[in-house]
C-alpha cells in the first residue's frame, strides 16, 4: 500500500515559521520528483514547490519564493517544505504529491497551515 503521509502544520502568527513533512511508504520514493500543493479557502489547489528526484532541481510558486524552501532525503523517503516569513495568504491546506511512469497520481490527506495573529 502506497501512503503520504503529511504532518507539521498548525496556527501561527504572520512571519513565523512551520516545517512541514510528507513520509512516504510503498513507494519507490527515489526515483520520482515531489510537489507540494495547496488549496486556500475558496481557492483552486496550487503548486507551492517542486523537487526533482535526486533534489538537484527545486521550483517554486513566485508567491513563496525566497520564503519557502523544499528538499528530500531519499533515505528516509521523506520531503520537507520549509516556510518562513508567513504571511495570511498561506493559509490553506498543504498536500504532497506524486505522478508515477504510469501516471498515477499519490496524494496525502493534506496538512493545514493557518497564518493569523
Known amino acids: 500500500q502506497i501512503l503520504f503521509i503529511e504532518s507539521g502544520g498548525g496556527l501561527v502568527q504572520p512571519g513565523g515559521s512551520l516545517r512541514l513533512t510528507c513520509r512516504t511508504s510503498g513507494f519507490t520514493f527515489s526515483r520520482y520528483g515531489m510537489t507540494w500543493y495547496r488549496r486556500a479557502p475558496g481557492k483552486e489547489r496550487e503548486v507551492v514547490a517542486s523537487i526533482t528526484n535526486t533534489g538537484g532541481g527545486t521550483s517554486y510558486a513566485e508567491s513563496v519564493k525566497g520564503r519557502f524552501t523544499i528538499s528530500r532525503d531519499n533515505g528516509e523517503k521523506t520531503v520537507y517544505l520549509q516556510m518562513n516569513s508567513l504571511k495570511s495568504e498561506d493559509t490553506g491546506v498543504y498536500y504532497c504529491?506524486?505522478?508515477?511512469?504510469?501516471?498515477?497520481?499519490?496524494w496525502g490527506q493534506g496538512t493545514q497551515v493557518t497564518v493569523s495573529s
Open positions: 504529491h506524486a505522478r508515477d511512469w504510469l501516471n498515477n497520481n499519490y
